[in-house]
């Protein structure tokens, strides 16, 4: 695992699932509650990811330029976000539109019976 992540697994779960991994909850949750797409999440990912690998070289001198590490970062974070992004955005719009929609699960939504969408 240290190979392809270039630090410990001690400090991939720390910095990248826990401290970093917050933060890409957060993003996620900002891009859906402002109705923005979801494409923009790529970007934010991808600087997330390049923080990530920053604050492992920085603190807990892991390697930087570990292109491996960097995208087994950035798509954990990305997974994150993504969850996240799509939670949001379901729970805003059962609340927003309750006579529209109705949950099915909690990444889903469809269209109410009887309702013209």
Do not use: H
């Not at 909850?25 to 999440?41: E, S, V």
């Not at 997330?48 to 292109?67: I, K, N, Q, Y």
């Amino acid at each position: 695992m240290e190979a392809i992540t270039g630090t410990s697994i001690g400090v991939t779960i720390g910095i990248t699932v826990i401290l970093m991994g917050f933060c890409a909850f957060m993003t996620g949750q900002a891009i859906a509650n402002t109705w923005r797409p979801f494409y923009q999440l790529y970007p934010y990912a991808l600087l997330l990811g390049a923080t990530d690998r920053f604050m492992t070289f920085a603190l807990f001198e892991g390697e930087l330029l570990s292109l491996t590490g960097y995208i087994f970062d950035t798509v954990i974070l990305f997974v994150i976000m993504a969850a996240a992004f799509r939670v949001t955005r379901v729970n805003k719009m059962l609340s927003q539109y309750p006579w529209l929609y109705e949950r099915v699960g909690p990444f889903g939504f469809r269209a109410r019976d009887g309702a013209d969408v």
